[in-house]
């Protein structure tokens, strides 16, 4: 029995690291340790803060962040604004830059969001 599950764990391992790709890349050596003392600091592995990173970009980045073509451009109901869930800091830049008529028409689609979210909320 205690040799059926040392192989288990040794097929999960093996299962694991096939599941990882091994990244490498090049640093500002000042960086890099600063980064691993604050990630010593925090009791964190490096990989896990570094992943958390990635990911963190990945969600922010990944379905709101389309690449806007010339064509889309040319309609006069397009608005280029950013994404959903984007940070505070980068709406509140938006709204600063935005036209009236650009800010009418976010307010018009945020109540719109808001009455069919009531729906469901």
């Known amino acids: 029995m205690k040799a059926f599950f040392k192989a288990l764990i040794i097929i999960i391992i093996i299962i694991i690291k ?19 003392m604050l990630a010593l600091k925090e009791r964190t592995p490096l990989k896990n803060l570094i992943s958390g990173l990635i990911d963190d970009y990945v969600k922010k ?43 009418q028409k976010i307010k018009f689609q945020v109540i719109m969001h808001d009455k069919l979210l009531g729906k469901f909320l």
């Not at 389309?66 to 950013?82: L, R, Y």
């Open 61 to 103: 980045h990944q379905d709101g962040n389309p690449q806007f073509t010339i064509d889309q451009f040319k309609d006069p109901g397009f608005v280029a604004c950013p994404a959903f869930f984007r940070d505070r800091l980068t709406w509140l830049v938006y709204y600063q830059k935005a036209t009236p008529e650009e800010l």
């Open 18 to 36: 096939l599941s990882e790709k091994l990244v490498n890349f090049r640093m500002d050596s000042d960086k890099f340790n600063d980064l691993k």
